[in-house]
């Protein structure tokens, strides 16, 4: 790690620096490429924002789809692509910033701005929040028919590396059935719920690259622990048929945990 400057892309599978034009023929002609985000970084974001760049250059025309966003607000996103909105801060309105999301706007600014560029498009990938607490509450088969209103069909089940993954990124216990099962139970729901959020922004991927006039490539914004290690929405993705999928993640001297053999295609090294 410290003979990779920060600034630069890390080969998580043998820790060797690789350089931008590698990396962006790595890429190819992949039509998903998910870029893990830690929400309140400012210099991850900041790197997200490059790396859209680096794609509309390479490809010509990009959507950038948004954990952030939920999809029934994709006419604000259109009308800021469009210039029928101008004011930020109107758009923050008409998007119910601090209702959906609540991180500091400033995170995203620079992403969102990109949305003015010719060849970007902005796409929204959540559902709503209230079907995610229902299917934590009572499992997805209760919520059918609201996750159908929204989009979103049933989830891919869950590897055992994905569930071991999100005990080990939240303190959840995985108990035993046997000998716990309330905790076993509970742990069961939360899985399904996260799985919902995996599902929404596979569906909305799906649905964007499929419709008339697609772009070649959508760049998604969205937590890394929805996709390292090909867990979370690239397993949802390729249930629904998209296996040309690309996971990017970052990394620093606090924080090295994408450096791992099978995490990502690349790693960025990147210091507060």
């Known amino acids: 790690m410290t003979a990779c400057p920060a ?40 790197w ?62 620079p992403l969102i ?26 499992g997805f088969d209760a919520a059918a028919a609201m996750a159908a209103e929204d989009g979103v069909s049933r989830p891919a089940p869950a590897s055992a590396a994905y569930r071991r993954q999100l005990a080990a990124m939240t303190g959840r216990a995985m108990a035993d059935p046997a000998v716990d099962p309330e905790s076993a139970r509970r742990f069961d729901r939360f899985v399904a719920a996260q799985q919902v959020w995996d599902r929404a922004f596979a569906c909305n991927i799906a649905g964007a690259l499929g419709a008339p006039g697609a ?11 929805h996709m390292s290690f090909g867990n979370g929405t690239p397993h949802q993705l390729a249930d629904l048929g998209i296996h040309d999928t690309a996971v990017l993640l970052t990394a620093s001297l606090e924080d090295r945990g994408a450096l791992t053999s099978g995490s990502a295609m690349a790693v960025w090294r990147f210091d507060h």
Do not use: K
Request: hydrophobic share 50%.
């Open 48 to 109: 997200q924002a490059h790396l859209a760049r680096l794609l509309l250059a390479a490809r010509g025309r990009i959507a950038i789809g948004f954990e952030m966003f939920p999809r029934d607000v994709q006419p604000v996103l259109d009308d800021w692509c469009a210039g029928r909105i101008v004011d930020e801060a109107a758009f923050l309105d008409a998007v119910g910033w601090s209702q959906i999301w609540g991180f500091d706007p400033a995170l995203y600014l």
């Open 7 to 46: 600034g630069t892309w890390i080969d998580p599978d043998d820790n060797m620096v690789i350089t931008e034009a590698a990396l962006v023929a790595r890429l190819g002609d992949v039509r998903v490429v998910l870029a893990g985000e830690r929400h309140d970084v400012m210099a991850i974001h900041l």
């Open 113 to 138: 701005r990109l949305g003015r560029l010719d060849g970007v498009s902005l796409l929204g990938l959540n559902c709503r929040r209230d079907l995610v607490r229902r299917v934590g509450r009572e």
């Open 215 to 225: 772009p070649p490539v959508v760049l998604g914004i969205i937590g890394r622990g």
